[in-house]
């Protein structure tokens, strides 16, 4: 269980009763909640989406019935999630001998995040309030009982958590003493008795990550100095001291993601490194002579990070190296793997496979299959008698066959890059037609990438006769770290261009309708929604700004405290706003003072709660656009942040949005 995850990033129709009691006083509610658009008015959007559909928008984006699955460390039980009549997906547990099914963890009004299992009788799970993102860490019994906040702490963020095997014990990362900084602790999770292991004392300079073995002893750590430069620290098993092993600059990548514990070196470990390198390679090190032992893994063309250990029953040999290319890689290295990979391979050929649980002793496999077109499906290989069985299909409403492909594209920026991407494409279009385009840049922007797979917003855009386009523009990550830093203070300007020139290519192929082209992404794809109306005004019809920045500079402002340790590194990745060339640029490229030159229909979305993306921002964009009289629909849900996770809000929003496209695409 790993919730480590650094800054940036990417329901109900009915609120809660608790948000129900909230909105009889408006001053309690964030954002102006006088902004948003009624649901009358967001109803008629519905309209205009008409068409004799096989599939409908609920098809898409209603949870599975049942989903992730998992075998408990003993293979005595499975334990799942499963939706009820309510659209509120708790966990079951069900013992396998007897067929008995428990509900071991039931959802109210907040969502269960991850969920999973601690020892062969205990469950954990995560869950925030409303998509806040202060995630609390609970234990309960397989029988639902027992139940305990391992984290018990109002407007404290659990930053990481880790089970200790074989112990009662997790290890978690919270900010609970200071908002800004992360300190490691040891709780009991059948106790809930908390020990903190190590002080986080400086602010300026704060450790940003921990490293432990297997055992729960804290082996190192790495500290962020003066926001720019990461030290890691590695502790001499024989003195106890820490020693300074390694200092870069945060633009570079040395990230230990494990300690080698199938190696007498109880100093091993596996590095990911670009610090010789254009791309990020596995290599192992001894820490205790700070040198690489060798090589493990490198591609000349994508980033490698992954990999996957076997357990104690195999003394922890390495398992797999996986990577993301034009689909998902893995390369199988131990003997046991390679005999797994070898039958599923030829089972399921060019799907994507992985195995997501297994019992300690691996006799039983847990394993999803999916694809372009294929949601996933769930199978169970016994590891002895070589069987595999389906389990479960998670969409057994979208059949296969009627799904779009999702083509990998290639193409050469104006000023000379490959860039990469993908296109999706309705039956139309693969039979010669040219199609209406929704062109959908991603979140982040950096160090994140689209990927190859099962889309269920693409395959809705298909099914109405459009086609998606994703660009992997300069900053994505996955291509090595030159060009992800040439995109660096580019957002809005070089790294839109790669996604007008992505635009440019894919009218060039002959598939699209150039007068018919929408952009909507959410996060930065929310901004770049914005900045694709202002910067080509006549290129689209349309867009939907989903919890999208409007204004870099009330963006920064609105951090939250634990975003503030990468202030700077922020600065260097979009915009220095104390430096009055760069805060020039920064106004250039910040939405909400460039309305005069949106001329296209705009529909905006927002949660609320929403940490990242403050509502302040879509409020921005909202009232600036009606000040010179032009009426924008605005959705805004109070129990959602970055990003509509419950079903029932989900499916109006893409019902809702789908009107949105089908109204602009047929105007005269």
Not at 424 to 450: E, F
Not at 471 to 480: A, K, L, P, T
Not at 606 to 612: K, L, S
Request: one cysteine or more; glycine letters at 8%.
């Amino acid at each position: 269980m790993n919730l480590n995850a650094k800054f940036f990033g990417a329901a109900q129709i009915v609120l809660s009763a608790i948000m129900m009691n909230a909105q009889t006083s408006t001053a309690k509610l964030p954002g102006d909640p006088t902004l948003p658009s009624s649901k009358e008015t967001l109803d008629k959007l519905i309209s205009y989406d008409k068409g004799n559909f096989k599939y409908k928008v609920e098809d898409y984006f209603a949870r599975p019935n049942a989903s992730q699955f998992k075998i408990s460390p003993d293979g005595q039980y499975l334990s799942y999630k499963e939706k009820d009549a309510d659209k509120k997906n708790h966990v079951y547990v069900k013992e396998l001998k007897t067929g008995k099914i428990t509900k071991a963890i039931v959802e109210k009004d907040d969502l269960i995040g991850g969920y999973g299992w601690l020892d062969k009788k205990r469950l954990f799970y995560t869950q925030d309030k409303g998509g806040n993102e202060n995630n609390h860490l609970y234990a309960v019994d397989i029988d639902g009982k027992n139940l305990k906040d391992l984290t018990p702490f109002d407007g404290v963020t659990l930053n990481y958590a880790d089970v200790i095997k074989d112990t009662e014990f997790v290890i978690v990362a919270l900010n609970k003493n200071n908002k800004q900084i992360f300190e490691p602790y040891k709780v009991n999770f059948n106790t809930g008795e908390m020990t903190q292991l190590y002080e986080n004392k400086d602010v300026n300079n704060p450790i940003d990550g921990y490293i432990f073995d297997k055992k729960g002893n804290m082996r190192g750590y790495t500290v962020l100095e003066n926001g720019l430069t990461t030290k890691t620290y590695y502790k001499d098993v024989d003195t106890g001291k820490f020693n300074l092993i390694k200092s870069t600059d945060w633009k570079n990548t040395f990230s230990i993601i494990g300690l080698n514990d199938n190696s007498k070196n109880k100093d091993e470990a596996y590095v990911v490194t670009d610090l010789d390198s254009d791309k990020a390679r596995i290599v192992l090190y001894d820490l205790k002579k700070n040198a690489i032992i060798k090589e493990v893994y490198s591609n000349p063309v994508y980033d490698v990070s992954s990999i996957s250990t076997a357990r104690k029953n195999r003394n922890y040999e390495l398992d797999y190296i996986s990577y993301t290319g034009v689909k998902g890689e893995t390369i199988p290295v131990s003997k046991f793997y390679k005999e797994v990979h070898d039958q599923l391979k030829a089972e399921f050929k060019d799907k994507e496979f992985s195995v997501v649980s297994s019992d300690d002793n691996e006799e039983k496999l847990l394993v999803v299959v999916g694809s372009d077109r294929l949601y996933g499906n769930y199978y169970e290989y016994d590891t002895k008698s070589k069987q595999l069985k389906l389990l479960y299909n998670l969409m057994p409403q979208l059949k296969e066959e009627d799904m779009a492909e999702m083509k990998p594209i290639e193409f050469k920026s104006r000023d000379g890059l490959t860039i990469r991407g993908y296109i999706t494409m309705p039956k139309d279009a693969v039979n010669g037609k040219k199609v209406p385009l929704i062109v959908n840049p991603h979140g982040g922007p950096q160090g994140v990438r689209d990927n190859w797979g099962f889309n269920p917003e693409d395959q809705l855009f298909a099914s109405r006769g459009y086609a998606t386009l994703h660009v992997n523009f300069r900053i994505s990550g996955g291509y090595g770290k030159e060009f992800q830093q040439s995109g660096y203070k580019q957002i809005g300007r070089k790294a839109m261009d790669d996604v007008e020139d992505g635009v440019k290519y894919v009218i060039e192929q002959g598939w699209i309708d150039k007068n018919k082209i929408a952009i909507y992404g959410g996060s930065h794809g929310g901004y770049a929604t914005l900045m694709g109306l202002i910067k080509t005004p006549d290129l689209y019809s349309c867009g939907v700004d989903y919890v999208g920045v409007s204004n870099i500079f009330t963006f920064f402002e609105s951090f939250p405290e634990y975003w503030k340790p990468y202030k700077e590194m922020v600065k260097q990745i979009w915009y220095d706003l104390d430096n009055p060339e760069e805060a020039k640029i920064a106004k250039e490229v910040s939405p909400v003072f460039h309305i005069d030159k949106i001329k296209k229909p705009l529909f905006v979305v927002q949660g609320a709660n929403d940490p990242r993306v403050n509502i302040n921002e879509s409020d921005q964009i909202v009232k600036a656009m009606r000040a010179k009289g032009v009426e924008v629909p605005y959705m805004v849900k109070y129990d959602e942040g970055h990003g509509f996770r419950k079903e029932p809000n989900r499916i109006e929003l893409y019902k809702y949005m789908m009107g949105f496209f089908a109204e602009n695409f047929n105007k005269k």
